[in-house]
């Protein structure tokens, strides 16, 4: 049983390209949540969702930021017209309803906007 | 301080000897998890200590839940080098949606040989 994969593990982006960040979920897993984690910080909470919906937002800025989770294929974060601010490592973790609360986390993708 | 604060900010200790990390929270929580993460690298889970238990052990960690003091230690005993690595609380408070975590800003360990 794969666990969470996430990808790409490292992306270089020019400031005002997009990002696309990738994260496939355990198999069976249904809720997926992004979190960020700048240089030499914790991890923060970003967006939750479950299939096709976006349960929880609070943590993902309003602008150039959004998160989808299709019925179909992995969820994808994405970041428009990036800024250097934009440069941290963006963790995906799953949860299954059986899991216990554990949340099972990916590699992470390591975002530098240059 | 915020959700989630681990203390000390570092730590350095030899080899064979106990390390302990302290971790406070603010508000109510359904459970507490501890997390390790080596330089440059992913999350991985230690233990989960739910908000109804006071202590539990994984291997050679122990780690404790005061929920009357809002606040948590991880143990590890017999420390080795491999051990070095950023260690992480995070809660999933009662008042926030799905089980959402709230990292604390983590503990960096070095345990030198």
């Known amino acids: 049983n794969a666990g969470v994969m996430q990808n790409p593990r490292h992306l270089v982006r020019r400031r005002g390209q997009e990002a696309r960040l990738r994260c496939s979920p355990m198999?069976?897993?249904?809720?997926v949540y992004w979190y960020r984690q700048l240089p030499e910080e914790g991890l923060k909470f970003m967006v939750y969702?479950?299939?096709?919906?976006?349960?929880?937002e609070s943590g993902m800025p309003k602008e150039r930021f959004s998160a989808e989770f299709p019925k179909e294929g992995p969820s994808i974060l994405r970041i428009q017209q990036v800024v250097r601010g934009d440069s941290a490592a963006y963790f995906c973790?799953?949860?299954?309803?059986?899991?216990?609360?554990?949340?099972?986390f990916g590699p992470g993708t390591r975002l530098t906007v240059l | 301080s915020q959700q989630g604060e681990e203390d000390p900010q570092a730590l350095s200790i030899q080899e064979g000897e106990n390390a302990t990390m302290n971790c406070s929270y603010k508000?109510?929580?359904?459970?507490l998890q501890w997390y390790r993460q080596n330089s440059g690298r992913g999350l991985v889970h230690l233990i989960l200590?739910?908000?109804?238990?006071r202590e539990k052990h994984s291997g050679r960690l122990r780690v404790t839940l005061d929920t009357s003091k809002k606040s948590s230690s991880l143990l590890i005993t017999a420390s080795r080098a491999a051990d070095t690595a950023s260690y992480f609380c995070?809660?999933?408070?009662?008042?926030?949606?799905?089980?959402?975590?709230?990292f604390g800003e983590g503990t960096q360990l070095t345990v030198n040989p």
């Open positions: 973790a799953s949860l299954g309803l059986a899991a216990g609360n554990e949340q099972f």
């Open positions: 995070a809660t999933d408070a009662v008042e926030t949606s799905g089980s959402r975590l709230t």
């Open positions: 200590i739910r908000s109804n238990e």
């Open positions: 969702l479950q299939k096709e919906n976006i349960i929880d």
């Open positions: 508000t109510s929580i359904n459970n």
């Open positions: 198999k069976g897993h249904s809720h």
